[in-house]
C-alpha cells in the first residue's frame, strides 16, 4: 500500500539518450531497469529519485555470447536468461547455482543483471558469483567506454564505480582451461535474501589450483572479497583439509552483523560451512570438465 | 413444529446451556452409504473466478462516493504517557476533516477506550484521522507529534514470572491426584518447551468502511463474524440492530484475528457519525503486524509418568502464556483429554507484559498445548522404547475424561493407522542411515484434539422461483474456506437438482437469517444442517405441488438431477414443469441447525506424520512431507477440505520453523512487523502434503455428520515437525521455531 513519491520519467530510445538524459537530469535522475529493487525502495521512499529513465527498450543490452576469449553478458539479460543460458551453464554454473535461488520467476522473469550490480546489495547473490568469477564490467558515460575489475567495482555500501551520469552496459567474464565453479545460500525462506551466500570459482590445472576466486553475500557492508582465502588456496593441490581451512579463514575474514537473519557467531559460522562446499563443488566440477 | 429447547452449545471449548428456536425438520442424517450426488465429491469452489481475477469485493476494494480516508497514529514505545498531541497542527493540514484522540468525546461506549493516553504496548492506538485522502490523513498522523513519556515496561516472560505479574488468577484443573502418580510412575519424562509468539498475518489486514446514513448505519467489515460485528456496533452506538447493517462479501483470511466490528468498524463508524461521509480504515501492514493480534508465545512444562509398558498413569502440565486473551485458558486442555489417564492437573498463568494482547489465533492455546504434550509423549515413547504410534494407541481415550462424557464420533485410531500407511512410517528408522546429501532425516508424528462440534443457532432459507433455480441464503460469510461452495452442494444434495441450479448468498446481515461467527471450527456443522433444512422443506412443498400438478401422490415423487420423478419410474418431469406453474412467486422455506445431542462431546481428532532433513553443517530444517489423517466426520467437499487442511498445515510449519514475533527487550518493540521480516512460507517452501479423512460421517452430531475443519489441521504439525527432527538428529531444541542458530546449538 504504500506508493512512491512523485517523479518525472521517460523511455530511452538508446544507450547515449539514456547518458545523455542521465547528464541532462542530474544526480537525482536514476536508471531503471528491472526495477525490483528501485521500486520497493521508492515505495518504502527510501529512494527519492526525481526522474526515472527507463532502458527496458534497449534490446541491444540483452545478450550472452562468446567474444574474444570472453562470455559477455548485456546488462538488461534478465535473471532468467541468466538461469537458462547452456553457454553459462558450460563456463560458469555458478550463474545456473545462484539464479536458482535468486527470488522468484517473477522476479527474475524482470531483473537485470546490471541493475542487480548497480545496486549493490552486500546481500545480492551475482555480486559475489562476479567477484568470483573475476568478472569485468563496462562502463559507459559521456567521456566514452571504461572497463572496470570487480575488485574495483564496490566502493562502498549500495556504492558502485558507475558514476552519476553513467551507465554500466556490459559484464564480461574471462575464459580460461580448468574452470568450476559454485554458489551456495542459506536463506531463511526460499526466495529470500541471503543469510549468507558464497561463490567460488577454481581454475585447476596439472592437478594444482592455478586461480580461485571468491566472494560473499550478506556478510558485510559490501560484497566481500575473499583474498586472503585465494592466497592460501593459489597453487595448492585441491583437498577437504585445503577448503575446510580456506572456510576458517573465509569465517574469520567476513564481518556479518547481528540481526532478524541470525547473530553474528552463527553467520561466520555459515560463512566457513558454504565457503567450504562451494570450493569442494567447484573443484568437483572443475575436474569433471578436465576428464 | 417450532420450538425452544435448551441445548449445551460450545465455541473454542467454552460450554454454554441456552435456549434456542428449533423448527423439527424431520431430516436424519444422512448415512455412511449414502449415495449422494454432490456432497463428497470434490468441487471448485464457488467464487474461484472472481478471486483470482480481482473482481471479488473485499472489505479493502470498497470505494464509496465521497469517502474519507482515516490512518491510525500508533504508540512507538512499548509503555508511556502521551503529554502532548498537537491537534491543531493535524487539523490543519488541507483535506482533514476529523481527528480523533483520547480526549474525544465519542459516540459509543467501550470498557477502556480505543485510544490510549497511556499506551501498554508498542503499536497502541493513540489517535486517528479521517481525511479526504489517505496521505492527508498520514501527513496529519505525522503533525500529531506526540510528546511520549516513556515509562517501565516488561516484555519477557521470565521477568513477569518473576514479578508474579498475573493477568487474572492462576486456572487449575485436576482429577486424581498427579504428585503421587508420578512419585510412583516406574518411567517419568519432563519437558520443558517454549513456543513462539505467532501474528496471524491475513493478507488482507483489519478493514472496515462505515456509512452513517440517516436511517441506517452501513459497515462493510474485514470480519469473521458479520452477526458480532451488527451486534457490537448496536450495543455500542445504542443503535437497535435492525438498524446496523454489516457486509462482508469476502474477507482475505482471518485465522481468528477477525472478531466482532473490532477497533475498525467501530471507529470507522464514529469517525462517519461525525463528518457525515462515508469512512475507509483499513490498517497498514506494519499496523496489521503490531496489532492485528497474535498467538501469545508460552514456556511450558510437561511431566509425564507411565508403566514400564508405557501406560500413562499421570499426566502434569504447567503453561505461563505471554499476555494470552482475557479469560480464556486452554493450553493444557489437550492434557486433560487426549489420552486415557487418571491422575492428571493442568496450571495455566496468563501473564501480563507490556505487548499486544493475545487474540484468538486457528485452535488457539490448544495448538501450543499439544506442541508441548506431544513433545513430551514422544520422549516418553523413547523412554520406554515404544513406537510413538504404538504408545498412543495403548493410551487411546474413548471418552471425555474431564466431563466424563463420550464422544459423538472419535476415529483416532482410525487416523493413526491410515498416517502410518501414508507415511511409510513402520520403516521410518531407514531415513536415519547415513544419507548420501549429508542430511539428517526423520519421521515424527503427533495427534490432535479440538472440539469443532459447531452447535444452534444457526439459521438458512432457501426460495425456489419459477425458473427452477434455487437461491440460499445463509448468515455466514465466506473468509475463504468454501463455506458457500458447500452450502451449494447440501442445497443442490437436497434437492436434487444441478450445482448450477442453486445460488448461494451471504455475506449480508440485511437478510436477517442469522449464522454464527467463523470460530471454532463451527461453521461447517452448524450452518450446513441449516441449509439442508431449509432445502428439504423447499423440496417438500415443491413435491406437493407436483402432486398437485401430475395427480400424484407426493410421498411417491423424488427429485434427482433436477427432475421430479415418480418411484415407479412412471414420471419423469422437469422441476420447471411444476415451477414454470408459479409465474413470479417462489416455494420458500427455511432452515436451522438442530440442538446437539444431550450426554455427548462433540471433538474432532486427528494424526499427522512429518518428515524432515536437517543439514547438520548450516542448521537448516526442510520438511520433506506431511502427512495427515484428521477425523472430521463428513466431508462435505473433498477439495475444499484438502485446502483447509493443507492450509493449517503450512501455517503449523511456520510456527515450528520460521514464524515468530520478535520483541526487542531493549525497547520493547516488534522488530518484524512487516512481512519482508516475519517469515511467512511461501509456495517454494511447501511440502508434499498427503491428506486423508476418516470415511465416518458423525450422525449423531447433526444432519450432515460434519464436524468443523477449521482448526485441527494447524493443531499437531509443529509438534510433528519437532518429534521428526528429534529423530533426525538425536536431539529436541527447547524452542520452537527451529531457527538455524537454534537447530546448531541443539546438535552441537
Not at chain 2, 510433528?720 to 520452537?736: E, K, M, P, S, Y
Request: hydrophobic fraction near 45%; aromatic fraction near 4%; glycine fraction near 10%.
Amino acid at each position: 500500500m504504500q506508493t512512491p513519491a512523485p517523479f518525472g520519467y521517460e523511455r530511452a530510445t538508446s544507450v547515449d539518450g539514456a547518458i545523455a538524459s542521465l547528464q541532462r537530469l542530474g544526480p537525482e535522475a536514476r536508471i531503471i531497469a528491472g526495477g525490483h529493487s528501485l521500486l520497493p525502495m521508492m515505495k518504502l521512499r527510501l529512494a527519492n529519485p526525481e526522474h526515472l529513465i527507463d532502458i527496458n527498450d534497449l534490446v541491444e543490452l540483452s545478450y550472452i555470447r562468446e567474444q574474444d576469449g570472453e562470455i559477455r553478458i548485456g546488462a538488461l539479460t534478465r535473471h532468467v536468461a541468466l538461469l537458462k543460458s547452456e553457454l553459462l551453464a558450460r563456463h560458469f554454473p555458478v550463474f545456473a547455482d545462484a539464479e536458482t535461488v535468486i527470488a522468484d520467476p517473477v522476479v527474475r522473469n524482470r531483473g537485470t543483471i546490471g541493475g542487480s550490480l548497480c545496486q549493490a546489495d552486500a546481500a545480492e547473490d551475482l555480486s559475489a558469483v562476479c567477484t568470483a568469477v573475476k568478472a569485468k564490467v563496462v562502463i559507459r558515460g559521456a567521456a566514452g567506454e571504461r572497463v572496470v575489475g570487480m575488485e574495483d567495482f564496490h566502493v562502498g555500501p549500495y556504492q558502485t564505480a558507475v558514476g552519476a551520469g553513467d551507465v554500466l552496459t556490459e559484464v564480461r567474464l574471462p575464459l580460461r582451461p580448468g574452470s568450476g565453479s559454485a554458489h551456495e545460500k542459506v536463506e531463511r525462506r526460499a526466495g529470500d535474501w541471503a543469510i549468507a551466500a558464497a561463490s567460488a570459482a577454481v581454475w585447476i590445472a596439472a592437478g594444482r589450483i592455478t586461480d580461485v576466486g571468491i566472494g560473499l553475500s550478506a556478510v558485510g557492508l559490501t560484497t566481500i572479497h575473499l583474498t586472503r582465502a585465494e592466497d592460501l588456496l593459489r597453487g595448492q593441490a585441491p583437498s577437504e583439509d585445503l577448503f575446510a581451512e580456506a572456510g576458517a579463514i573465509a569465517a574469520a575474514d567476513c564481518s556479518p552483523g547481528a540481526d532478524g537473519r541470525g547473530p553474528i557467531d552463527y553467520k561466520r559460522h555459515l560463512v566457513g560451512v558454504l565457503t567450504h562446499r562451494a570450493l569442494r563443488r567447484a573443484a568437483a566440477r572443475a575436474a569433471s570438465q578436465e576428464a | 413444529m417450532t420450538r425452544l429447547v435448551k441445548t449445551v452449545t460450545e465455541m473454542e471449548g467454552r460450554f454454554e446451556e441456552k435456549w434456542v428456536l428449533v423448527e423439527d425438520d424431520g431430516l436424519v442424517s444422512w448415512e455412511a452409504e449414502a449415495a449422494l450426488r454432490h456432497v463428497g465429491h470434490p468441487t471448485p469452489r464457488l467464487t474461484g473466478p472472481q478471486r483470482v481475477s480481482g473482481a471479488a469485493r473485499y472489505t479493502v476494494d470498497v470505494a464509496l462516493p465521497g469517502m474519507l480516508h482515516a490512518a491510525v497514529l500508533r504508540s512507538p514505545v512499548a509503555h508511556g504517557r502521551v503529554t502532548a498531541l498537537q491537534v491543531a497542527a493535524a487539523e490543519a493540514i488541507a483535506g482533514v476533516r476529523a481527528v480523533l484522540t483520547p480526549a474525544s468525546e465519542l459516540g459509543f461506549q467501550q470498557r477502556s477506550g480505543p485510544l490510549h493516553d497511556e499506551p501498554l504496548y508498542a503499536g497502541a492506538p493513540l489517535a486517528v484521522v479521517a481525511a479526504d485522502t489517505l496521505a492527508a490523513a498520514r501527513e496529519a498522523c505525522r503533525a500529531l507529534a506526540p510528546s511520549i513519556e516513556p515509562l517501565p515496561f516488561t516484555v519477557d516472560i521470565e521477568t513477569a514470572w518473576q514479578e508474579q505479574r498475573f493477568d487474572g488468577d492462576l486456572h487449575e484443573e485436576a482429577r486424581g491426584d498427579v504428585e503421587a502418580a508420578l512419585a510412583a510412575a516406574a518411567v517419568r519424562v519432563e519437558l520443558v518447551v517454549s513456543t513462539p509468539g505467532q501474528l496471524q498475518t491475513p493478507i488482507e489486514p483489519h478493514a472496515a468502511v462505515a456509512w452513517w446514513k440517516p436511517d441506517e448505519l452501513v459497515c462493510f467489515i474485514a470480519t469473521q463474524g458479520m452477526f458480532d460485528a451488527r451486534a457490537e456496533l448496536a450495543k455500542r452506538f445504542d443503535l437497535p440492530p435492525e438498524r446496523v447493517r454489516v457486509i462482508t462479501e469476502y474477507v482475505g483470511g482471518g485465522f481468528g484475528g477477525k472478531q466482532n466490528a473490532g477497533f475498525e468498524a467501530l471507529i470507522a463508524a464514529e469517525l462517519s457519525r461525525r463528518t457525515g461521509r462515508p469512512v475507509r480504515l483499513v490498517l497498514d501492514r506494519h499496523g496489521e503486524q503490531l496489532d492485528g493480534g497474535c498467538r501469545p508465545a508460552t514456556r511450558q512444562t510437561v511431566r509425564l509418568g507411565a508403566t514400564a509398558d508405557g501406560m500413562l498413569t499421570a499426566i502434569d502440565a504447567e503453561a505461563l502464556v505471554e499476555f494470552g486473551m482475557s479469560g480464556w485458558r486452554a493450553v493444557t486442555t489437550p492434557a486433560l483429554t487426549l489420552y486415557r489417564c487418571a491422575d492428571v492437573r493442568g496450571i495455566e498463568a496468563n501473564l501480563r507484559l507490556e505487548l499486544r494482547r493475545g487474540n484468538a489465533f486457528r485452535a488457539p492455546a490448544v495448538m501450543e498445548g499439544i506442541t508441548a504434550l506431544e513433545q513430551a509423549i514422544d520422549e516418553l515413547a523413547i523412554e520406554t522404547g515404544l513406537d510413538p504410534l504404538e504408545l498412543r494407541r495403548r493410551n487411546f481415550a474413548d471418552r471425555d475424561q474431564s466431563a466424563d462424557l463420550p464422544y459423538t464420533s472419535n476415529s483416532l485410531l482410525w487416523c493413526y493407522d491410515r498416517a502410518a500407511e501414508l507415511a511409510g512410517w513402520p520403516d521410518r528408522d531407514r531415513w536415519r542411515e547415513p544419507q548420501a546429501d549429508g542430511l539428517l532425516r526423520g519421521m515424527g508424528c503427533a495427534a490432535q484434539i479440538w472440539w469443532g462440534g459447531g452447535g444452534p443457532p444457526s439459521h438458512a432459507s432457501c426460495r425456489l422461483g419459477g425458473d427452477g433455480v434455487a437461491q440460499v441464503v445463509v448468515g455466514v460469510q465466506d473468509i475463504g474456506t468454501g463455506t458457500l461452495t458447500a452450502a451449494r452442494m447440501v442445497a443442490a444434495e437436497e434437492l436434487g437438482l444441478p450445482l448450477d441450479r442453486v445460488t448461494v448468498r451471504g455475506g449480508d446481515t440485511a437478510p436477517a437469517i442469522y449464522g454464527p461467527v467463523a470460530g471454532g471450527s463451527q461453521t461447517t456443522p452448524s450452518v450446513m444442517p441449516a441449509v439442508r433444512g431449509a432445502a428439504a422443506a423447499v423440496r417438500r412443498k415443491l413435491l406437493a405441488l407436483a402432486g398437485d400438478v401430475f395427480e400424484a401422490e407426493p410421498d411417491d415423487l423424488v427429485v434427482d438431477d433436477g427432475r421430479i420423478r415418480s418411484r415407479d419410474g412412471g414420471l419423469d418431469e422437469p422441476y420447471t414443469a411444476v415451477t414454470a406453474k408459479l409465474g413470479q412467486a417462489s416455494i420458500d422455506g427455511s432452515g436451522n441447525r438442530g440442538p446437539n445431542p444431550d450426554g455427548y462431546r462433540a471433538n474432532t481428532f486427528g494424526c499427522q506424520i512429518a518428515r524432515v532433513a536437517v543439514d547438520p553443517g548450516t542448521g537448516s530444517v526442510r520438511v520433506e512431507g506431511i502427512w495427515a489423517a484428521h477425523d472430521i466426520g463428513r466431508v462435505i467437499n473433498p477439495l475444499g477440505a484438502s485446502s483447509q487442511v493443507e492450509g493449517g498445515i503450512l501455517q503449523g510449519m511456520a510456527y515450528a520453523l520460521s514464524e515468530q514475533r520478535v520483541i526487542d527487550r531493549t525497547t520493547g518493540v516488534p522488530v518484524n512487523a512487516t512481512m519482508d521480516d516475519y517469515k511467512v512460507p511461501t509456495m517454494m517452501d511447501t511440502p508434499p502434503i498427503v491428506v486423508a479423512f476418516a470415511p465416518l460421517p458423525d450422525t449423531l452430531l447433526n444432519t450432515v455428520g460434519a464436524k468443523g475443519l477449521g482448526e485441527p489441521p494447524i493443531i499437531p504439525t509443529a509438534a510433528a515437525i519437532a518429534n521428526a527432527f528429534r529423530h533426525a538428529t538425536g536431539r529436541r531444541a527447547a524452542a520452537l521455531p527451529l531457527t538455524r542458530a537454534r537447530v546448531l546449538e541443539a546438535i552441537a
